[in-house]
């Protein structure tokens, strides 16, 4: 009787260690995103078109779920919660996360006022997640939320620079909207694939990844038709460019993984710690100073961390 009383636990043992093992694979993978993208560069610009690169990404992801569903299909066999073939009302949900994914806000906005302005994307990932998937928030955990947007804030800002921000109206509305939109995609994209529990996740990526593929075409025909056509798709690639399209395709399955097995809460503080990570790492690639808003700001993440575990804990 023993036994059996604690197989539960042994179960939710198991999917706690999963939970833990993709969000750390999220957080490494996320620090070094940003390292690859600043080593892919040459002269300070993209050598490389960056449509192809993220159709490339989508393409490989797509190539990835298929590998993991053989694998599941000869030890298994095919069943319905593994099979490839689906109904319209199933698929048709997945063009809306991959065409959210594609917006620009580099236009209006200097790349450090970026990093700064999608931090607004912490808050509307809570307020939607609330919304959408009808999960409340703690106050203590809004509390941890509003930190770590803070937190994030401080350790990005230039100690150099006299304004925190300056950025036009445009900026600022454009920031806006990309929060909306990437909470959005977020929270849409951890609804669709928590709606069927049992469905296998590959399948569900495979889906997600083949309509990713075509907007990303879309992009390259409407954006760098000529310049592909001219100098051809892989022009400007090199080994970096590979690392760093390897490495957005394992991170884009890895944020599915959490989506799946955790939720966007849990992935909201993964990113957030990721981006400390990889301004600790630029301190010996890139001769990096680590200011004293870097250090306040980490200290708040990190008070934040803890709020919201306690939070979880009590609950």
């Known amino acids: 009787m023993a ?19 993709v969000t750390l694979i999220l957080t490494v993978l996320t620090s070094s995103q940003s390292i690859l993208i600043v080593w892919s560069k040459g002269a300070g610009k993209y050598e490389y078109s960056v449509t192809t690169a993220n159709f490339l990404v989508e393409a490989l992801k797509c190539a990835l779920s298929l590998v993991a569903l053989l694998r599941i299909w000869r030890k298994d066999g095919v069943t319905d919660d593994n099979r490839l073939s689906t109904t319209w009302d199933e698929v048709k949900v997945y063009p809306i996360p991959a065409a959210l994914y594609l917006y620009y806000i580099f236009a209006y906005v200097d790349a450090p006022g970026y990093q700064i302005l999608k931090n607004l994307n912490i808050i509307s990932t809570g307020i939607l997640y609330q919304i959408i998937l009808k999960r409340k928030l703690t106050e203590i955990q809004w509390a941890a939320f509003i930190l770590l947007c803070a937190g ?6 230039n100690p150099s620079s006299d304004h925190v921000l300056q950025a036009p109206l445009q900026g600022w509305v454009m920031a806006i909207v990309m929060a909306l939109l990437s909470g959005f995609a977020g929270v849409y994209t951890e609804a669709i694939i928590k709606k069927r529990p049992s469905r296998n996740i590959n399948v569900q990526n495979f889906w997600l990844y ?7 075409a879309f992009a390259i025909m409407t954006q760098d038709f000529d310049a592909v056509m001219n100098d051809g798709f892989f022009h400007g690639y090199s080994l970096i460019t590979v690392l760093m399209i390897l490495n957005h395709a394992l991170s884009g399955i890895a944020v599915s993984m959490v989506m799946k097995y955790a939720d966007n809460i849990v992935k ?3 990113t957030s710690v ?15 100073h680590l200011s004293l808003a870097f250090f306040l700001g980490s200290t708040v993440v990190s008070v934040a961390i803890y709020l919201h575990s306690t939070s979880k804990a009590r609950r």
């Open 3 to 21: 036994a059996i009383g604690a197989m539960p636990e042994i179960g939710g043992f198991r999917q706690k260690s999963r939970r833990s093992f």
């Open 210 to 216: 083949v309509f990713g593929m075509i907007f990303n």
């Open 152 to 157: 994030c804030t401080t350790a990005q800002l």
């Open 268 to 270: 909201v503080y993964s």
């Open 274 to 288: 990721a981006m400390l990570l990889t301004a600790v790492v630029s301190v010996f690639l890139f001769g990096f």
